[in-house]
């Protein structure tokens, strides 16, 4: 009898690419997001083009609250730091900094709509203001969403749940705001362009 060495090539099986399941949903509504503002600024644009638009300049406060949005996403990213260092201490004044800024974000805002309607811009009437307060109005609507996740992460960090060996709901909350910051940003250079 022949002495048959069978010899084959085992390959490894690869590892499938891991996402935390809360991670993956919310990169996926960060994506209908984006796309509900893109669209928006989309059909901003193409309205514009066909006439009877009122030109307009921006309310001031909206200038600030660019500011504050910055200064809120940099205190954030920090918080993000100090949890990763397990200083629990710092990033539960961090997260609540930042939720005031949030809050202060749409206090601004609101005035801001006060400026406007003080002009005689209004939701409804022309469709240059209409745009405008939906807009600035989504967008405030995903900013009191992400103070709610905000205030659960401070509730996670008083009762010890976040630190350096679990830091996903931190990470989340951290991506939703700096994008958010990112998506105003947008929001307000469109708004300079086009108006």
Same mark, same amino acid.
């Given at each position: 009898?022949?002495?048959?060495?069978?010899?084959?090539?085992?390959?490894?099986?690869?590892?499938?690419?891991?996402?935390?399941?809360?991670?993956?949903?919310?990169?996926?509504?960060?994506?209908?997001?984006?796309?509900?503002?893109?669209?928006?600024?989309?059909?901003?644009?193409?309205?514009?083009?066909?006439?009877?638009?009122?030109?307009?300049?921006?309310?001031?406060?909206?200038?600030?609250?660019?500011?504050?949005?910055?200064?809120?996403?940099?205190?954030?990213?920090?918080?993000?730091?100090?949890?990763?260092?397990?200083?629990?201490?710092?990033?539960?004044? /961090?997260?609540?900094?930042?939720?005031?800024?949030?809050?202060?974000? !749409?206090?601004?805002?609101?005035?801001?709509?006060?400026?406007?309607?003080?002009?005689?811009?209004?939701?409804?009437?022309?469709?240059?203001?209409?745009?405008?307060?939906?807009?600035?109005? !989504?967008?405030?609507?995903?900013?009191?969403?992400?103070?709610?996740?905000?205030?659960?992460?401070?509730?996670?960090?008083?009762?010890?749940?976040?630190?350096?060996?679990?830091?996903?709901?931190?990470?989340?909350?951290?991506?939703?705001?700096?994008? !958010?910051?990112?998506?105003? !940003?947008? /929001?307000?250079?469109?708004? /300079?362009?086009?108006?």
């Amino acid at each position: 009898m022949e002495n048959v060495i069978d010899m084959r090539i085992v390959e490894e099986p690869k590892k499938p690419m891991a996402m935390h399941p809360k991670k993956f949903a919310m990169w996926l509504f960060l994506a209908s997001v984006m796309m509900l503002f893109m669209s928006l600024t989309s059909a901003y644009i193409v309205r514009e083009a066909e006439g009877n638009w009122v030109y307009f300049e921006l309310p001031s406060l909206f200038y600030v609250t660019s500011v504050v949005i910055v200064i809120s996403s940099v205190s954030l990213q920090w918080a993000f730091f100090e949890a990763k260092r397990d200083n629990l201490k710092r990033v539960k004044t /961090l997260v609540l900094v930042t939720s005031f800024l949030g809050v202060a974000f !749409l206090v601004g805002q609101f005035f801001g709509w006060k400026q406007l309607v003080s002009n005689s811009i209004y939701l409804v009437g022309n469709p240059s203001g209409s745009f405008l307060y939906i807009l600035t109005g !989504l967008h405030a609507l995903h900013i009191i969403s992400a103070i709610v996740f905000l205030m659960i992460i401070c509730a996670s960090a008083f009762q010890g749940k976040i630190h350096s060996k679990n830091m996903a709901q931190m990470e989340m909350g951290t991506t939703y705001w700096h994008f !958010l910051g990112g998506l105003w !940003l947008y /929001l307000f250079i469109f708004l /300079l362009l086009y108006r």
